[in-house]
């Protein structure tokens, strides 16, 4: 009876630890079950993590091409205002170039008016002097023809009144 009720204790033993690694079994189950779908969950979040992340590169790289043309605009932009400000600078040199000569050739023409308007004065004080003097000859010359045809005529009537007489 010792031995059966050592042996009913160990069959009670192996019982329980059979229950025991049947219930082990079953959480290993469950707990298999549970590591494969976290498994499962941890293997969709690194893929959504991964579109996630290949997402952020695409878009940080996006966004460093529109940075980089920014800057070549800005660069360009800065280019061309030098160029802008150079151009003004010469064609403001040129219209200054432009409006001195312009003086000069104006002086110069101004110059040139006014000694031909002295000239033409000249000359038509010149005429008139001319023309006065011209008249006045002219009326000599007629005075002159009025006292010859007068001296003519008085020759003539001593020249007749001489034939007359021889």
């Not at 893929?47 to 997402?55: D, F």
């Not at 050739?105 to 110059?111: H, L, V």
């Amino acid at each position: 009876s010792a031995q059966l009720e050592q042996a009913n204790s160990e069959a009670a033993n192996m019982q329980s630890s059979l229950a025991l690694a049947m219930q082990g079994a079953s959480e290993a189950e469950s707990l298999r079950s549970q590591i494969s779908s976290l498994r499962a969950s941890a293997t969709a979040e690194r893929e959504n993590c991964a579109r996630e992340v290949h997402a952020a590169r695409a878009t940080l790289e996006a966004h460093r091409l529109a940075v980089q043309e920014q800057q070549r605009l800005e660069a360009r932009v800065r280019t061309l205002e030098r160029e802008l400000n150079d151009r003004e600078a010469e064609v403001k040199a040129q219209l200054a170039e432009a409006e001195e000569r312009h003086a000069k050739e104006t002086a110069e023409f101004k110059s040139r008016v006014e000694a031909a308007d002295r000239s033409l004065e000249t000359n038509r004080r010149q005429w008139r002097e001319r023309e006065t003097a011209l008249s006045r000859e002219l009326e000599e010359a007629q005075t002159r023809v009025v006292e010859l045809s007068g001296d003519a005529s008085a020759n003539q009537a001593r020249t007749e009144e001489a034939v007359r007489k021889y």
